[in-house]
């Protein structure tokens, strides 16, 4: 599966974007698409993930009610809508495609995108 990731940009605290993930090639249908964070100098963090169907959705707990998560099966895309942006929401955000099922885990991943920056100025 390849994944691409855009959407992002320079926004004000309190801001909103939403981040897209396109997603092609193999069986789509059989991973977990998540979205992951990493600011300079930290580990890659979990944000947010869906399955394929919407029955599961997870979300970090310091985005949850403010980004949604959500995916349009028919043209194989799931977004990141993020409202309230903070400062501390400042990195690079990727999305990825779990094949183990712990969605949560950076090692349940086997497919990324390359990325895309997201700033929020205060």
């Known amino acids: 599966v390849q994944l691409q990731a855009s959407g992002g940009g320079l926004v004000q605290a309190g801001g909103s974007l939403r981040l897209s993930c396109a997603a092609s090639g193999g069986t789509v249908s059989s991973y977990v698409i998540g979205w992951f964070r990493q600011a300079p100098g930290s580990e890659r963090d979990f944000v947010a993930a869906?399955?394929?169907?919407?029955?599961?959705?997870y979300y970090e707990h310091s985005v949850n009610g403010r980004f949604t998560i959500s995916r349009d099966n028919a043209k194989n895309m799931v977004y990141l809508q993020m409202d309230s942006l903070k400062p501390e929401d400042t990195a690079v955000y990727y999305c990825?495609?779990?094949?183990?099922?712990?969605?949560?885990?950076?090692?349940?991943?086997?497919?990324w995108g390359q990325g895309t920056q997201v700033t929020v100025s205060s």
């Open positions: 990825g495609a779990d094949a183990i099922g712990r969605p949560e885990e950076l090692g349940s991943y086997v497919a």
């Open positions: 869906i399955t394929w169907s919407g029955d599961r959705i």
